[in-house]
């Protein structure tokens, strides 16, 4: 039944969601400033660019090389270790101020996460890929379906981790602000490393 395909896209999406990578650490960082509404701001704009995605595949779109995996490792790669380095600078005269506004930022952080983050393409390039043609082969509803349940993981997923980072600022000092900071630069700038190394190895 094409409703399988649902808790199939559901299941997978948990797993991709709970993995740490750079859209878990922006979530983490807008709500503690924004509140709770960040992390589905941000699965807003996470969603906006799979949206594309599903659509070039649809059209056609599904060949990947070695050469577009490269491509991508290098330039996502590169983004990461650039916003990892602007986040340590930002670090050093922070200070724990929370403000409710600015949903439009979280919504451009969860673009800027997805298409910077190397492992978000590749997946799609291989894993999403090869699940959406395969609900397209039984019918559109089928490949709908499966992205929806994506969705519905990650909006589940990073809703959770906003409210419970939200509740931590009111108890939140400056100092612990940076470190936390400090940590998602450092995170941010492995991860791109990461990839990077990859390349040439």
Do not use: Q
């Not at 906006?48 to 649809?58: H, P, Y």
């Not at 050469?67 to 724990?96: D, E, H, P, Q, Y």
């Not at 990650?154 to 000092?173: E, H, K, N, P």
Request: proline share 2%; hydrophobic share 55%.
């Amino acid at each position: 039944m094409i409703i399988e395909f649902l808790a199939f896209g559901f299941l997978i999406g948990l797993t991709g969601a709970a993995v740490p990578g750079p859209m878990l650490f922006a979530t983490i960082d807008a709500s503690l400033r924004r509140g709770w509404t960040a992390g589905p701001e941000i699965v807003l704009g996470h969603a906006l660019v799979e949206v594309v995605i599903c659509a070039l595949i649809i059209l056609g779109f599904t060949i990947a090389t070695d050469t577009v995996f490269r491509i991508v490792s290098i330039a996502g790669g590169g983004a990461l270790v650039v916003f990892g380095m602007m986040t340590l600078n930002s670090s050093k005269g922070a200070t724990f101020d929370v403000d409710g506004s600015g949903a439009g930022g979280a919504v451009a952080a969860g673009v800027l996460t997805s298409v910077s983050n190397p492992y978000f393409l590749i997946w799609w390039l291989t894993i999403g890929n090869a699940m959406v043609m395969d609900g397209l082969a039984i019918g559109v509803a089928a490949a709908v379906l499966f992205v929806t349940g994506h969705w519905i993981a990650d909006l589940a997923w990073y809703t959770l981790v906003s409210v419970s980072s939200s509740r931590g600022r009111r108890v939140m000092s400056d100092r612990t602000y940076k470190r936390m900071l400090v940590g998602c630069g450092v995170f941010l700038v492995c991860f791109g490393t990461y990839y990077l190394a990859g390349v040439f190895v």
